[in-house]
């Protein structure tokens, strides 16, 4: 047992329909929350950085083709994937964000890269790209993001004139079936610090240049060790629109909730906008809490007993 490590990773909440899950895609699915949460623990008991732990779960949930982000994310209009990512670090309230890359292998280490090589917190676009060559971040071409399935969906979706999130339920149906959303990671380390990061290909036939609540600090991602680390995953409008990782923070910290009660309510504000999704967030005395509003959520954690528990509905 560990009293002070907390670890939660998600890939996506939305309709996630059962029978439409095969049981060997299930287990894939399984298989590859856990074993990230598993490194990721690993990592964190063995006096890891919470920063450092959230950068590689993030990384190695972009790596698995299934999830939304990196390679595996989904397309714009014009077939590309257009990523968007973002990571906080609690201790000093710093953060890294980037929007609208196309060539970081893995756009959170960029987000990283921003937040410790620069003097920004958000690079986007062509410009964001380039900062990737000059601190030698890894690039891949176009291609290697690009799945058979990913090129299928943007196709059914551009046919039907859609844009379309990985949990709506088109995505129920023929090539749509089986996806997953936005990956993220939050975290509590040895010593009491927290951190959060976020990565997501977005919408599925998005107007290039859309820019989602992921890499935005406050919405989709944010973390402050006086008080609670957050990655969420959803419509990422709604989430902006609330402010929705902020909004978490400024009730446990002017309002007093508890983080149960603090996310949940946070959660109820996007739906009362019409927005729908999940978020994770650990806080200060090592709470978790990974509330969510639609059928399921991809999800994995460890509390304090160390046991990794993985989760995709809601019973």
């Known amino acids: 047992m560990n009293p002070r490590c907390r670890l939660a990773i998600h890939g996506g909440a939305g309709v996630i329909d059962r029978a439409s899950l095969s049981p060997a895609r299930e287990a894939e699915f399984r298989g590859a929350l856990a074993r990230i949460a598993g490194d990721a623990w690993h990592a964190l008991m063995h006096g890891a950085s919470a920063l450092d732990v959230v950068e ?10 299934l999830f939304n982000a990196g390679h595996g994310a989904v397309l714009n209009a014009e077939g590309l994937a257009e990523m968007d990512a973002a990571i906080m670090d609690g201790h000093a309230r710093r953060a890294g964000a980037v929007a609208g890359v196309l060539s970081p292998k893995h756009p959170v280490s960029l987000a990283r890269a921003v937040m410790e090589q620069s003097e920004h917190v958000f690079l ?3 410009e964001a790209d380039r900062f990737a060559q000059l601190c030698a971040v890894p690039r891949m071409p176009p291609s290697y993001f690009i799945t058979p399935e990913r090129a299928e969906q943007q196709r059914q979706a551009a046919a039907l004139g859609r844009i379309t999130l990985d949990h709506d339920a088109l995505y129920n149906q023929g090539a749509l079936r089986d996806k997953t959303g936005t990956v993220g990671a939050v975290a509590r380390d040895l010593d009491g610090h927290l951190a ?6 977005g919408m599925t036939n998005k107007r290039p240049g859309r820019v989602g609540d992921s890499p ?3 919405a989709g991602t944010f973390a402050d060790d006086d008080s609670v680390a957050v990655s969420a995953t959803g419509h990422g409008e709604y989430f902006i629109r609330a402010v929705l990782a902020h909004d978490i923070h400024a009730r446990m910290t002017y309002g007093r909730q508890p983080l149960a009660e603090a996310s949940r309510e ?10 729908s999704g999940g978020l994770i967030a650990v806080d200060r005395d090592g709470e978790l809490a990974l509330p969510y509003n639609t059928e399921g959520m991809y ?6 007993d160390g046991a990794v528990r993985v989760a995709i509905y809601a019973n």
């Open 124 to 126: 986007v676009g062509p």
């Open 299 to 304: 999800r994995a954690w460890v509390g304090a």
């Open 216 to 218: 935005v600090i406050g």
């Open 56 to 65: 590689q779960a993030v990384c190695d949930l972009e790596d698995f083709p």
């Open 196 to 201: 959060a990061a976020t990565s997501t290909g």
């Open 266 to 275: 946070a959660l109820a504000k996007v739906r009362a906008l019409g927005g």
